[in-house]
């Protein structure tokens, strides 16, 4: 004998079924926009800048003819600036975080710490930029420099490597550290060669993908009064510079046609750039990466 | 060997050196924690300049515009020569205008993404799909800024005829774009972290995959989602390269959003790119725009936090 049957089953549950199915559709449909948006976006940018994009425009300097209009001021700038970024905010923000992790009770003074963090991370960059331009450029006079830039991205950035490192120090298993002091070890020899050994592809990998976000970053610079069109390579740490984003916003602003194709190249270069950083991060998760 | 004795082929003098090590040791061990202080304290004095600079430059701002005309003013004309009026009302509408176009845009659809990879997308798809949206996450806003000019605007003018070159639109939509993937990626992680036995129970009980998201998975997961939402709203009242790029410089106080506008980050990279005299009227009033932004997009950080916090469930 039959206790269910499916032809009762399917008529009272037809509605239900179909509404699952169409509202499947809708959901996918949302997914599916997101990834498309990505690809015309990419697409139409490769189409727009690929003929403008020749060894001349790496190795030009900014001009005011699109044709002879170049990136190589600003793509040595964005590399410069990124050397000063990684160690100041790799070794503030490790720092903070072997410190948040490894030392700090649970107090009130570390408590306000994290929360500082958490409320840190949601603030606009172009505030940071408002920072950098009354601290750094004027307050420590070191004008619309490269160290001036250099620092103020740093802090943008700092509350994400803060949080990447800090995951990847609580990901290292606790036996590891028992053992460590098991075995006579002080508190700062277990942290730097049994810790920070085990945490450090999370660490570079979270750092790397921080630092691509700086690079893309355009609105702090434009606050601190970073020049666009500059004819000359940076030759030191107070030295003017420019950036790739910089660089794209003055062409991106132009009334002229052939700038829009000339921005489509610059962007091509610093999504280029991004794809490799991200490249770097993710083989490194992948190869050292342990899982305990 | 104990550590006190001599070993083989060592002298006194190797052990006065390594009980010296020993001293450096523990200077170290001392000095490490402090040193490590520091760097956190630096986090928090981070946020203290900004505090403090916003404060001061705004103190000097208010010495030369009323407060009441900076709050109520309906009316945003700082360049205009001999009677410069700064009522921020026109750039906090710009501003609104822009943020909620872009959450019309990015709550559902970044919602419907989330269902769909956390309730019917397999597991294979789902490690396909989600880094590319956060692809999408690392993409530089000044490229969203370009797409925004020469790609959404002109198909939206072919829509609407009397869109402007410069509008709200445009920009909110890409704004929307922009944070799509913050909404589905910390949606989807909030209701992957409903347990899988209450979906089985409701699925037991006779619920198809629909009912199951929409009336066990997404009360369950609330306020994640919520919070997701807000701090989505925070990126879009604070996103800067989109809406001066493709927003246009004119701040107006109506709800048209097919005509040019201004948000308050798009003023303050208006007057950074040009040649505001340092301590004139208008370079203080940067700060006070950019205090006010900080006000806003604090509160809904505050706002994120306190809804993850109240109405989270735990299981």
């Known amino acids: 004998m039959k206790y269910i049957e499916d032809t009762i089953v399917m008529k009272r549950m037809k ?15 949302g997914t599916l926009f997101a990834l498309l948006c990505l690809v015309i976006l990419v697409i139409r940018i490769i189409i727009q800048g690929w003929g403008y994009l020749d060894w001349d425009f790496i190795t030009n300097f900014a001009s005011r003819t699109a044709e002879r209009a170049g990136i190589k001021a600003a793509l040595v700038g964005s590399i410069y600036m990124m050397c000063i970024i990684a160690p100041v905010s790799m070794i503030l923000g490790v720092g903070t975080a072997i410190y948040l992790e490894e030392y700090a009770k649970k107090n009130r003074i570390s408590n306000f710490i994290r929360m500082n963090i958490s409320n840190l991370a949601g603030v606009p960059s172009i505030v940071f930029g408002l920072l950098g331009l009354t601290i750094f450029v004027r307050a420590f006079a070191l004008g619309k420099s490269l160290l001036a830039a250099g620092f103020t991205m740093s802090l943008l950035i700092l509350p994400v490597i803060i949080v990447a490192a800090q995951e990847a120090i609580r990901a290292v298993p606790k036996e ?63 030295s003017e510079f420019t950036t790739l984003p910089m660089q794209i916003y003055d062409w991106a602003k132009r009334p002229q046609e052939e700038f829009l194709y000339v921005a489509s190249a610059g962007i091509i270069v610093l999504m280029l750039f ?16 342990k899982r305990y | 060997m104990t550590s006190q004795g001599l070993g083989k082929g060592e002298s006194i003098h190797d052990l006065i050196a390594k009980s010296r090590n020993r001293k450096a040791k523990k200077i170290t061990e001392k000095a490490m924690p402090a040193l490590l202080f520091i760097t956190a304290f630096i986090s928090v004095l981070t946020t203290i300049a900004i505090v403090f600079t916003l404060i001061f430059e705004t103190f000097e701002f208010f010495r030369r515009v009323s407060l009441t005309d900076y709050l109520f003013g309906t009316e945003w004309l700082p360049f205009s020569g001999n009677n410069p009026t700064f009522g921020i009302l026109p750039l906090i509408l710009g501003t609104v205008k822009v943020t909620l176009i872009a959450v019309l845009v990015a709550v559902p659809i970044g919602i419907a993404a989330a269902i769909y990879l956390s309730e019917y997308a397999s597991d294979k798809a789902r490690r396909v799909i989600k880094p590319i949206l956060e692809v999408l996450a690392g993409v530089p806003t000044i490229v969203y800024g370009f ?18 070159i410069f509008n709200a639109l445009s920009p909110g939509i890409v704004v929307g774009i922009m944070i799509i993937p913050m909404i589905a990626s910390l949606s989807e992680d909030a209701m992957s972290s409903v347990p899988n036995s209450i979906r089985e129970g409701a699925l037991a009980l006779g619920a198809t995959k629909f009912e199951v998201a929409i009336k066990v998975v997404l009360p369950a997961a609330f306020s994640g989602i919520m919070s997701s939402i807000v701090l989505a709203i925070s990126r879009a009242l604070g996103e800067t390269m989109i809406v001066s790029l493709a927003g246009g410089a004119s701040p107006t106080f109506d709800f048209n959003v097919t005509g040019s506008i201004q948000t308050m980050t798009a003023y303050i990279v208006q007057v950074s790119s ?33 809804i993850f916090k109240r109405f989270r469930e735990e299981y």
């Open chain 1, 15 to 29: 509605t239900r079924i179909n509404k699952n199915k169409g509202w499947k559709v809708f959901f996918l449909a």
């Open chain 1, 176 to 238: 590891q550290r028992e053992a460590s002091y098991g075995m006579g070890a002080t508190k700062w020899q277990t942290i730097t060669r049994v810790v920070l050994p085990a945490a450090l592809p999370g660490i570079l990998t979270g750092s790397i993908l921080a630092l691509s976000r700086a690079i893309g970053e355009t609105a702090p610079l434009v606050v601190i009064g970073i020049p666009v069109i500059l004819r000359f390579l940076p030759d030191g740490l107070l």
């Open chain 1, 274 to 289: 991004l794809v490799i950083m991200n490249s770097i991060a993710i083989v490194i998760r992948n190869k050292f990466q």
């Open chain 2, 147 to 164: 797409f925004a000019l020469t790609f959404v605007t002109p198909i939206l003018q072919q829509l609407i005829p009397s869109l402007k």
């Open chain 2, 274 to 306: 040009g040649d505001a005299g340092y301590g004139t009227t208008i370079y203080y009033s940067i700060y006070a725009v950019g205090f006010t932004l900080f006000i806003f997009t604090l509160m809904m950080n505050l706002l994120a936090h306190f």
